[in-house]
């Protein structure tokens, strides 16, 4: 069934929300992994790299490489079908998760979750951006975007809810089965209440069917938008900071202080991400909205300024003396991390033609997630295991930690380059649009 090309105000606001937590379920599951590295490393006896690989390339491989192929049936087949089946899929294999007894089995169950979770977003940003003009795109987008600190939020409270009575007590099985059957329900849900909105809804007057171009087309159109490229990198090397932080973050402050109660910090690290980091994401696209709309070029320069600012704070939070410390430079950290989301989904989809916005997603996170999710963890962990070598566990990981925010550095340029071709590549974008519109 196919949505009216106007929806209602209110129709719109429940697809936003329910696209926002089907978001969410996306990144407990890739949170969980890193809350809970501590117990599952020891109970399955892996290293630091093994640790960074299941977190990092085993899961980023397949969800980047899937992504692609079904970002294809997204501009052309229904994205509801679509999203519903992705989820009930990546659900399973997080359930299948708490059931493995060895690396090569919980390594093959991330690959499964990859390849679900890879129908995901393609379909969801392409949906908004059939709901939402330009002008609101990168508020819906942003406010999309809050399923990352909101997922990664439910996935401490989930694991303090769910663990046993002390630190020592974490079933962390029984947390992947929940969280896996719980989102096969959410599944259901999506599929009854969604429907297929109108292709192109708010650029182009006509009903008239829009013709959609091959792969190859798709990827030589989208290549050849230099903004587009920019910013591409500018996202990947900032998340490739993000998600090393998320893979080892709770390792090291049980390092930190063994003697403070984990229910505590994962509670604390939960509101923290719930709140700073989704706060720095719905402000940081509403500020677009509102600058941007005075100078396009604020799509680049906030993205930059926020990531200026994180540089030191990250590195410092991992040299500080106590967790609470740590857990103050967080707040601060997150709360302009979140800032980049809103304006980099927004230019994703507004650069984009309108019958490749699922395929410029799908591209889109596959640079992201190679370079961010598929490096960041991997990178850490192999610099944690050298950094070993003549210093203590907690000293390496502060010394991997400390090189891995230099990625923030190519972030920054990236971003100041979108700033300088965004314009040009911004009208040309509305050109395309209304030449499609009228021809």
Request: glycine share 10%; aromatic share 12%.
């Amino acid at each position: 069934m196919t949505e009216q090309k106007t929806p209602s105000k209110s129709y719109r606001s429940l697809v936003l929300v329910l696209l926002t937590v089907v978001y969410g379920f996306n990144f407990i599951d890739r949170q969980i992994v890193g809350i809970l590295a501590p117990f599952i490393q020891k109970d399955l006896g892996l290293t630091n790299t093994e640790l960074g690989l299941l977190i990092g390339l085993a899961f980023a491989t397949f969800y980047t490489v899937i992504a692609i192929p079904i970002a294809w049936l997204a501009d052309r087949y229904n994205r509801v079908n679509i999203l519903s089946i992705a989820l009930a899929v990546w659900s399973g294999f997080t359930a299948l998760t708490g059931l493995a007894t060895n690396f090569m089995q919980i390594g093959l169950a991330r690959m499964g979750v990859g390849v679900g979770e890879a129908g995901g977003s393609p379909p969801s940003h392409s949906i908004i951006s059939d709901l939402y003009p330009k002008e609101e795109r990168a508020g819906a987008l942003g406010f999309y975007a809050m399923g990352i600190p909101l997922g990664i939020m439910a996935a401490y409270f989930a694991t303090a809810s769910l663990m046993g009575s002390s630190g020592e007590d974490v079933d962390w099985r029984r947390i992947f089965i929940f969280l896996g059957l719980t989102g096969i329900g959410l599944a259901v849900v999506v599929k009854l209440v969604l429907r297929e909105p109108v292709r192109g809804a708010m650029e182009l007057d006509s009903e008239e069917k829009i013709v959609q171009p091959p792969f190859r087309e798709s990827l030589k159109t989208l290549v050849k938008i230099p903004a587009w490229w920019a910013m591409c990198f500018g996202i990947a090397f900032g998340s490739f900071v993000s998600y090393a932080t998320s893979a080892f973050q709770t390792k090291y402050l049980v390092l930190l202080d063994p003697a403070f109660d984990f229910q505590t910090l994962v509670i604390a690290l939960g509101v923290i991400n719930g709140t700073t980091y989704a706060g720095g994401a719905f402000f940081g696209a509403k500020l677009a909205d509102w600058w941007g709309g005075k100078d396009i070029r604020a799509y680049g320069w906030l993205p930059a300024i926020a990531i200026g600012i994180c540089l030191p704070i990250g590195v410092i939070s991992f040299w500080v003396s106590s967790v609470w410390i740590h857990l103050a430079y967080t707040t601060v950290f997150l709360l302009f991390l979140g800032i980049y989301l809103g304006p980099s989904f927004a230019i994703a989809q507004t650069l984009a033609p309108i019958n490749m916005r699922a395929m410029s997603t799908a591209l889109f996170f596959f640079i992201l997630n190679m370079i961010a999710l598929g490096g960041g963890p991997t990178f850490t962990g192999w610099l944690a295991d050298v950094f070993k070598n003549g210093s203590t566990e907690l000293e390496s990981i502060r010394y991997a930690m400390t090189v891995t925010c230099g990625m923030f550095i190519p972030s920054i340029i990236s971003f100041l380059v979108v700033s300088r071709v965004l314009p040009r590549d911004w009208a040309a974008a509305e050109k395309r649009n209304h030449d499609l519109n009228n021809g």
